[in-house]
């Protein structure tokens, strides 16, 4: 991996405050993910303490950093595109948050789609903060709380399975987007029930 190893390597030398930085940083800047160090560390953690402060260091530092990047969006987001003639696309990133929301930041979340590609998104179409922090936490911690429960129960078996399925990233985002709206569509379905078991009108 080159000089991503050598950060990767910088950050965990520094225990859960590597981590912290590097979270907070990628959800803002900086392109690695931070499952890179999430997943040693959980690997050579031992204990449930061990395993929860990696997984809240990591979720609450990756969307604090999200919010520093939506800040960075919502200041100079919108002269940065005007700057680089991407009008169109900045009014493309207006209408995603516009129509999706709250999903779209969980999406991203959750997902290998950029985090703080959204956070800064959202920093321009001037998402509201709660809503913006609430995805992000689900997202994030799921995501971050599932890598360290699999390496904390299976080892080095989940530790290479799921770096084998985040060496597959866009084949990742699609089955985790595809997931995602079989699950509205269900859950709309349902709410649309009436009491004997017919669709509503």
Do not use: C
Not at 46 to 55: E, K
Not at 92 to 108: D, K, N, P, Q, T
């Amino acid at each position: 991996m080159g000089w991503e190893s050598t950060v990767v390597e910088a950050a965990s030398s520094a225990g859960l405050l590597g981590l912290a930085v590097f979270a907070f940083t990628e959800a803002a800047l900086q392109p690695i993910p931070p499952d890179l160090l999430i997943l040693p560390m959980a690997a050579a953690a031992s204990g449930t303490g061990a395993y929860l402060a990696i997984w809240a260091v990591a979720t609450v530092s990756s969307v604090l950093g999200a919010l520093a990047g939506a800040t960075l969006g919502r200041i100079w987001g919108r002269p940065l595109m005007t700057r680089f003639k991407q009008e169109r696309n900045l009014a493309r990133l207006e209408v995603l948050l516009e129509r999706y929301g709250r999903a779209g930041v969980f999406i991203a979340a959750l997902s290998p789609i950029p985090y703080k590609v959204l956070g800064w998104a959202a920093g321009m179409g001037r998402m509201e903060r709660r809503p913006f922090l609430l995805a992000g936490f689900a997202g994030r911690g799921l995501r971050f709380g599932l890598e360290v429960l699999l390496v904390g129960l299976y080892g080095d078996e989940a530790l290479h399975a799921i770096s084998a399925i985040l060496d597959r990233e866009l084949l990742l985002a699609a089955v985790m987007v595809l997931s995602l709206a079989l699950a509205w569509w269900a859950w709309t379905w349902w709410q649309g029930l009436t009491d004997d078991g017919r669709a509503a009108e």
